[in-house]
């Protein structure tokens, strides 16, 4: 059976961004994308390892959502904190958006313990094979913030070589942004959430 997920945001457009993010991190789970509380009623809710909730919908049913605490993450605008709740800003870039998803897995996220989340399984062997050593450290350097030309300053490479390293890796991992590249750095053991 497969991890199932609950996207409770009446912003369609939020909803099907935090969706998208989910599938890339974890895509061997179901995601369900409600935009109503209603909805959710007639969920059986036991099977639902996460409930990512708009904040508008968490404090019209605190007491719910209060009850689900360990399974509950509210999607906040900017760095609102809610003392006792796992909270995630849905106004930051991609980049960041992604950082926070994969620190709630490792339990990071705020003083307030979460149920990690079920992730695929990685295969380090057959990962590290799929991009070279210089593809890694790129790929980390990357995940870090730098630029192509401060790769290449930092590797002593040009910076041709970095851009063309950094395509060669889009195109390995099939990525279509940087997130899918720090989702691969933090899934396959290369850096800790907290290092990038």
């Not at 199932?4 to 961004?17: D, H, S, V, W």
């Not at 509210?74 to 849905?90: E, F």
């Amino acid at each position: 059976m497969h991890p199932r997920f609950a996207i409770i945001e009446p912003n369609i457009l939020t909803g099907l961004g935090l969706q998208a993010i989910l599938e890339d991190i974890i895509p061997v789970a179901e995601i369900k994308l409600l935009q109503t509380f209603e909805e959710v009623e007639m969920l059986d809710t036991n099977q639902y390892v996460h409930f990512f909730v708009s904040s508008r919908i968490y404090f019209e049913h605190t007491q719910f959502f209060r009850q689900q605490a360990a399974r509950s993450i509210v999607l906040v605008n900017g760095d609102m904190t809610i003392n006792g709740v796992k909270t995630i800003n849905i106004c930051q870039k991609e980049k960041e958006l992604v950082r926070d998803i994969l620190a709630l897995n490792r339990n990071t996220h705020g003083p307030h313990g979460c149920m990690p989340m079920p992730m695929p399984p990685s295969h380090p062997q057959k990962e590290e094979q799929l991009l070279s050593p210089r593809e890694i450290e790129v790929a980390l350097l990357l995940s870090k913030g730098y630029i192509n030309k401060e790769v290449a300053e930092r590797l002593n490479i040009s910076l041709t070589t970095a851009i063309s390293h950094r395509k060669n890796i889009m195109d390995k991992l099939h990525a279509r942004s940087l997130a899918d590249i720090i989702v691969y750095v933090v899934m396959n053991g290369l850096a800790d959430v907290s290092e990038l």
